[in-house]
């Protein structure tokens, strides 16, 4: 069963098992399977839903939408971003100014079809606007109700305690951030996580399967399986292209008799490390199809026990990324 956790130390309860749609809904996914991954989803007891304006350049929150259209707006959590840029990318159309807050904002909720959005993150971090200005936005947005909670992905330790300190000022709270987090992207634990700790924000993790490295599907030296992500030429094969190295395939291989004996299969295994961390309130997954998101939230309330956590550190070794300076806002427009 999907369990609720508390978001951070804030009031708001969101499942442990969170369905995003980055690079999959308005894009590798055709409509139809989207809204049936939604409908799979929620079937399974999951009611907390990740997007971003950015993802699909609005057509997945446009998607999302639709799916969860007519469904009880009290029992969903619906979580979107602001920060990359969209539409048509014009100057304003960027970064965490007032201004792009404001109708970004405005825009995802006509996109979603919804009053508000229980969760409003901060994409990245905006080098360009003064932070006095975004959490002063991010305070009328919360007055105004169209967000109920705001949260961060992907600051670093510093600048989230400044951006909590401001927020205080402000009469608010941070109750999050979205960094990457799996059994191969560790690079949080050593700044991030105690920061957030400490400051009573939960870590909503993304990618927790490494974008489906860790489902042990690719095999060195192998072609990818038709149809996964790594085949798909509408950005997905480009996103995972980083992870696509034969050291870290192998290693992945080397998790496959961890997960026959604790009775998983890998991508179980995968989601079940991701949620053994308190700090962890949700691992977002990504899906496809609907049976991955079925035999993921079995994953839900194992408990996997010291030894099976040291065995993961011994098969993946070396390939585990713990740099803690890998947390990072890059510019939002490269040259
Ligand atoms: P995952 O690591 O969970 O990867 C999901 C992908 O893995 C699926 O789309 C599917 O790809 C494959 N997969 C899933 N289950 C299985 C299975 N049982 N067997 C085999 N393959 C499987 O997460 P994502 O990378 O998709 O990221 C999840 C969410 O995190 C996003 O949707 C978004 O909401 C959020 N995110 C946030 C970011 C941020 O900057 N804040 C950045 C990136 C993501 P396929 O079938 O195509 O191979």
């Known amino acids: 069963m999907v369990a609720y956790r508390h978001l951070g130390s804030s009031g708001l309860k969101i499942t442990e ?22 409908h799979t989803a929620l079937d399974l007891g999951i009611t907390s839903f990740d997007t971003a304006d950015v993802y699909a350049n609005g057509a997945a ?72 200005e975004t959490m002063a936005a991010f305070a009328d947005v919360l007055r105004s109700g169209k967000a109920l909670y705001i949260g961060v992905s992907e600051w670093t330790a510093d600048q989230i305690r400044s951006g909590q300190e401001m927020a205080g000022q402000m ?34 993790v993304w990618s927790p399967m490494a974008e489906g490295i860790l489902s042990g599907k690719y095999l060195p030296g192998q072609p990818a399986p ?15 292209s980083r992870w696509m190295r034969p050291e870290v395939l192998s290693a992945v291989q080397a998790l496959r008799p961890v997960a026959q004996d604790v009775g998983l299969s ?30 993921n939230v079995q994953a839900c309330g194992v ?23 890998r947390t990072q806002s890059p510019n939002p427009r490269p040259a």
């Open 61 to 132: 929150e446009e998607v999302l939408g639709r799916a969860l259209a007519g469904q009880r707006r009290e029992s969903l959590e619906i979580f979107t971003k602001v920060y990359w840029p969209v539409g048509p990318m014009g100057a304003n159309d960027v970064g965490l100014s007032r201004k792009h807050i404001m109708e970004g904002l405005n825009a995802s909720l006509r996109r979603l079809g919804t009053d508000y959005v229980d969760l409003y993150q901060a994409h990245r971090y905006d080098y360009e606007t003064p932070l006095e």
């Open 303 to 325: 408990s996997l026990p010291q030894d099976v956590m040291e065995a993961v550190d011994a098969a993946l070794g070396e390939v585990v990324e713990r740099d803690p300076d």
């Open 17 to 38: 098992i969170t369905y995003g749609n980055w690079l999959t809904h308005g894009s590798q996914v055709e409509a139809d399977t989207a809204i049936e991954c939604v």
């Open 171 to 204: 009469g608010f709270r941070l109750v999050s951030n979205q960094p990457q987090y799996s059994a191969l992207w560790r690079v949080i634990e050593e700044r991030v996580v105690p920061a957030c700790s400490e400051l009573g924000m939960g870590q909503v």
């Open 226 to 240: 038709e149809g996964s992500r790594a085949t798909d030429s509408r950005g997905g094969a480009r996103m995972i």
């Open 266 to 295: 890998m991508p179980q295994l995968a989601i079940a490390w991701v949620l053994q961390h308190d700090f962890v309130s949700a691992a977002i997954v990504g899906a496809s199809r609907p049976s991955q998101l079925a035999e």
